[in-house]
């Protein structure tokens, strides 16, 4: 379950329900005190793969992630450093910390974290925009939160082969822009608002 940043938001479907097999859907989590139905049936995980056509696929049983552990929360987010981020889920039943590594082809990618000066500290709701040939990679700073789980302050950004950056560039909540032209793929780094540079992290 993931939690909509706006508590007005309704999602759709991902497919069709089954009710016959007790399936329900919810499109607002902040309602879900409405609909009175209970969360913990052991109901198997989805994962779907987004086909860029406005569609998924259901990975669910290729992946693995299908398990029946009473999941509440996931969150992605790189630990060993290679660029494809892992899938952290939080269950009730069938072993508290699932990790799901990620296994697709390696790609190119660029990791940001901010540190603010005139903003706050660590660049929440920071705008970053990368652009790379023809890929043009639009992301805000704002760490997911789940149930119990967030993920960490900083924005991944996949670049598929593109294996050189034109810029990256940044406006800070205070208003401040900058931009980044010497940036090289496969790293995670580390922008400071006080006078525009970066470093490695």
Known sequence: ???PFSCTASVPELR???????????GNP????????NLSAYERNGCFLNDRNG?????????GSDNRGDSRT????DIDKDG????????VGGGALVVYKNNFPQTNWLEISLRGDKSNSAGIGAKIVVTA????VRRELYPVVNFLSQTPAKVHVGLQNHDK???????????KETKLLDVKPNQHIRVFESDDHFDTL
């Open 1 to 3: 379950m993931s939690q």
């Open 55 to 63: 569609s998924f696929f259901d990975m669910s049983y290729l992946s």
């Open 74 to 77: 996931v969150v992605g987010t």
């Open 165 to 175: 950056l034109d810029s990256v560039s940044i406006l800070w909540p205070s208003g």
């Open 16 to 26: 069709d329900i089954d009710e016959d097999n007790g399936e329900f859907w919810v």
């Open 30 to 37: 902040f309602m879900f005190s409405n609909v009175q139905e």
């Open 133 to 136: 040939g023809d890929l043009n």
């Open 84 to 91: 494809m981020p892992e899938l952290f889920v939080r269950q």
